[in-house]
């Protein structure tokens, strides 16, 4: 059976919507088969991959709503093992749609569980908000992967969002687990990217992935591209630390069998 992960942060711009795909195609890479779901109704994780939002016809949006199977509309992308159920900006009124309807928190789980056994990993990108949708990825979820930005508010609002998913642990999805805090765009040259390091992992310990994810032009790019990093520049610094955190997933999950010299790529000097 199939693992379901969200990766939120209602705080905009800490790579959360790199860390899907790229956490995405990284697993891919590894041999796992993985869908990842566009839950934004900015859709940057759908044009991410080489998808073209405009020409997106059908979308998650009509799986909630609609009920129209998932497995209809999921779409092949150009990294391996990678698939994707695609966003549109409709995405936007489904959460004034859903408001009335019974069982609301729960939508996307009915949809997901229809396919979640035909793969490895479901990775979903959470819009920045603690709205409807977000409710609706946590409640469909296994566990929750929370970026957090190696700046000076890192710690803002992430309170906020522990708080929100012991609501949903309490009241909707008792499975629900945190996978991890991911520390992103990180810069080894700052005195306080090393700060807030320390801080992270003071405050939350075995929480915080040992996986770090440095600053790097290429991770900025890839998506410009229609790309992954691993397709863009397998070798750069971005997809080399995304190659670890999927290792580091799957060693924590117990779905792999790694020697201790396979488990961490070494960056070429």
Do not use: W
């Not at 000076?152 to 629900?176: D, H, S």
């Amino acid at each position: 059976m199939g693992k379901i992960i969200s990766v939120a942060n209602q705080k905009g711009g800490v790579g959360k919507t790199t860390t899907a795909i790229n956490l995405a195609a990284a697993l891919g890479v590894l041999e796992r088969k993985v869908l990842l779901v566009d839950a934004d109704p900015q859709a940057n994780a759908t044009s991410g991959v080489g998808i073209d939002p405009k020409n997106v016809k059908t979308s998650i949006y009509e799986c909630i709503i609609n009920d129209i199977e998932p497995q209809d509309i999921i779409l092949e992308t150009s990294s391996p093992n990678l698939y994707l159920l695609p966003a549109h900006i409709d995405l936007v009124g489904a959460e004034i749609e859903m408001i009335n309807l019974p069982s609301r928190e729960k939508m996307m789980r009915a949809a997901l569980s229809k396919i979640k056994n035909d793969y490895d990993f479901i990775i979903i990108d959470c819009s920045p908000s603690l709205g409807l949708i977000t409710l609706n990825s946590l409640t469909a979820s296994d566990s929750v992967i929370i970026p957090v930005q190696c700046e000076y508010f890192a710690l803002e609002g992430l309170g906020k969002l522990l708080n929100t998913i012991k609501i949903v642990q309490a009241r909707l999805n008792p499975e629900l687990s945190i996978e991890g805090l991911l520390l992103t765009m990180y810069d080894i040259r700052l005195r306080l990217s090393n700060q807030v390091v320390e801080e992270v992992k003071t405050h939350f310990q075995q929480m915080v992935f040992d996986t770090i994810i440095q600053r790097n032009t290429r991770l900025g790019e890839a998506p410009s591209h229609g790309e992954t990093i691993i397709m863009h520049d397998a070798s750069c610094k971005g997809a080399v630390n995304y190659l670890n955190l999927a290792r580091e997933i799957l060693q924590n999950n117990e779905l792999t069998q790694l020697k201790e010299s396979e488990k961490i790529i070494e960056l070429e000097e």
